[in-house]
Structure formats: C-alpha cells, structure tokens
C-alpha cells in the first residue's frame, strides 16, 4: 500500500500501480502526491452503480502474476474494482500455515480443510502449501475456476484439492448428512448475496446458523476455525461471540478477534481493511 487518502487508495500490485477507492480513507491528506498522477489504471465509480477502469499504460496485461513467499497468484483489474486477491488476508493465511505446519506430527495424517465462500483461494493455496487437503467451496464457477489457476501458478496442482461450485449452505448440511469432517473451518462470507439458484445470503440471518452447523462437520480434534468478514457494521467481538458460542462451548480452545488492515508506506498508518474472528485448540 504506497497512500490512501480521499476515499481511494494507491497500491502496487507487482510493477503495475493502481488507484482505487476505498471509502474507509476519510481523512484527506496524501504523502505521495507525484504519484498519484502516475498510476497505470484508475477505477472511477459511476453514479448510477458499478464503474470502470481508465487505463494509461496500454502495456498493462488483462492478468499477471504476483508472488507472496512461496504462494503465486495471478490478478487482474476485475469490472467490480477488485484485483482478484486481498492482501490484507496474508497474516491469516501465515497463520494457517503455521498452525498446519505446527500440528502435523500431531496429527500423522494430512488434515482436511474446508474453505467456504473460498473465492480466488488465497487461504486454499496457503493451506495446501502447508500439507492439507483442502475442499474449495464458492458459488461462482468463474472465482472457482480462478482459484484453479492460483494453486497450479503455486506448483501445488498436484495436491489434493476438492472444487465445489455451491451454495455453501447446502453444501454444509449435505456434508452434516454425509458425515464428513474437517481438522480446519475457513469462511469469508458476503454481506449480502445469492447461491447459483437464487439463495438469498444475509449476513445478520444466517452466519450464525451456519457456523452452528459447521460445528457438526468438525472432526474430534480440529485445529481452528477461521472468519472473515468486510461487512459494514459487524464489529470483530460479534465474531468472537459467535465462535464463543459454538466452536468454544464444545471443544474449548483459544480465541481471538480483531480488524485486519494494511500499511500505509508513506504516512505510517493503517488502512482498515475488514475484520477476523480466530479460533485454534489449546497448545
């Protein structure tokens, strides 16, 4: 993150910088003023909804690939002013691999993980790098496929992955049916949105029975449980109430909560980027 400022923000990603709004960044001072003007793409907003890009490098690809550690990633300017990946999302993805790595002698076996609202696979790709199979659940083929392309781009293609494209809802009580378990729980779920056929999502309705229900598919010895969420309003302790109230009451184990962010290169500060909610078992 080079600045942010005005309701926009200013990154890198790899050679090629970006401008962007982001409407967290009320306050008005920019550090780096030159650059500002020098950005390779900009995402304007457009009053009646969505927006577009104005390019002014015309070398810009339409995907490239950037790296983090070992992970590759491919992105691109998306219609929706996404790249694709959140970076943000980096100390939790250190943070699952470190847990899987820590607990494999544990264990003596591959842990299963199930990523839902899964995306382009960040935490996916990041999990199987570590050692665990992993099932990659998202409603949309086009970011199931995405996260396809992620995991090969790492060198991992040979790992064991499941793709679903669902409802996640659905998913999860055909799994409670199935009686399949998991060691890890990884859900970043929308605020608002719909399944491939028309299923209504409403964060404040139905996180909590769904976390409730992810409960039943954990195994008797899991090692974490991970949520995220970019939903206005949800404040990280209502995540830490809802993993108290489910994952903690039946297996115990640790819990903790907290905004994610970025760093902000020129100013020194922080650019609040959404909220986690953490639950791992007892050291």
Same mark, same amino acid.
């Given at each position: 993150?080079?600045?942010?400022?005005?309701?926009?923000?200013?990154?890198?990603?790899?050679?090629?910088?970006?401008?962007?709004?982001?409407?967290?960044?009320?306050?008005?001072?920019?550090?780096?003023?030159?650059?500002?003007?020098?950005?390779?793409?900009?995402?304007?907003?457009?009053?009646?909804?969505?927006?577009?890009?104005?390019?002014?490098?015309?070398?810009?690809?339409?995907?490239?690939?950037?790296?983090?550690?070992?992970?590759?990633?491919?992105?691109?300017?998306?219609?929706?002013?996404?790249?694709?990946?959140?970076?943000?999302?980096?100390?939790?993805?250190?943070?699952?691999?470190?847990?899987?790595?820590?607990?494999?002698?544990?264990?003596?076996?591959?842990?299963?993980?199930?990523?839902?609202?899964?995306?382009?696979?960040?935490?996916?790709?990041?999990?199987?790098?570590?050692?665990?199979?992993?099932?990659?659940?998202?409603?949309?083929?086009?970011?199931?496929?995405?996260?396809?392309?992620?995991?090969?781009?790492?060198?991992?293609?040979?790992?064991?992955?499941?793709?679903?494209?669902?409802?996640?809802?659905?998913?999860?009580?055909?799994?409670?049916?199935?009686?399949?378990?998991?060691?890890?729980?990884?859900?970043?779920?929308?605020?608002?949105?719909?399944?491939?056929?028309?299923?209504?999502?409403?964060?404040?309705?139905?996180?909590?029975?769904?976390?409730?229900?992810?409960?039943?598919?954990?195994?008797?010895?899991?090692?974490?449980?991970? #949520?995220?969420?970019?939903?206005? =309003? &949800?404040?990280?302790?209502?995540?830490?109430? *809802? $993993?108290?109230?489910?994952? !903690?009451? +039946?297996?115990?184990?640790? #819990?903790?909560?907290?905004?994610? =962010? &970025?760093?902000?290169?020129?100013?020194?500060? *922080? $650019?609040?980027?959404?909220? !986690?909610? +953490?639950?791992?078992?007892?050291?």
């Amino acid at each position: 993150m080079v600045d942010a400022a005005g309701g926009e923000k200013l990154e890198y990603w790899g050679k090629y910088l970006l401008r962007r709004p982001d409407p967290i960044a009320v306050w008005n001072e920019k550090t780096e003023q030159k650059l500002w003007n020098k950005v390779d793409a900009w995402y304007h907003r457009s009053n009646s909804g969505g927006g577009k890009w104005q390019v002014f490098n015309k070398s810009i690809p339409d995907k490239w690939q950037i790296r983090y550690r070992d992970l590759v990633f491919n992105v691109r300017p998306t219609g929706f002013k996404h790249t694709g990946l959140f970076p943000e999302q980096a100390v939790n993805w250190d943070w699952i691999a470190s847990l899987i790595k820590n607990a494999a002698e544990h264990y003596e076996r591959p842990l299963k993980v199930l990523n839902l609202f899964a995306y382009t696979g960040g935490a996916t790709v990041s999990a199987l790098g570590a050692g665990a199979e992993v099932c990659h659940v998202d409603a949309s083929k086009g970011m199931v496929t995405w996260a396809k392309e992620n995991v090969v781009a790492s060198g991992l293609g040979d790992r064991r992955v499941r793709y679903i494209v669902d409802d996640v809802v659905k998913f999860v009580k055909r799994e409670i049916r199935r009686g399949n378990k998991y060691d890890g729980i990884i859900m970043d779920p929308p605020s608002y949105g719909r399944g491939p056929s028309g299923e209504v999502w409403k964060i404040e309705n139905e996180l909590y029975p769904l976390v409730e229900d992810c409960v039943s598919i954990m195994s008797d010895d899991p090692l974490f449980f991970l #949520i995220n969420s970019y939903t206005t =309003g &949800l404040s990280a302790q209502v995540l830490k109430n *809802v $993993l108290t109230l489910t994952v !903690s009451k +039946r297996y115990g184990g640790e #819990i903790d909560a907290d905004e994610i =962010g &970025l760093p902000i290169r020129s100013s020194g500060l *922080v $650019l609040p980027c959404g909220i !986690s909610g +953490r639950w791992h078992k007892d050291n």
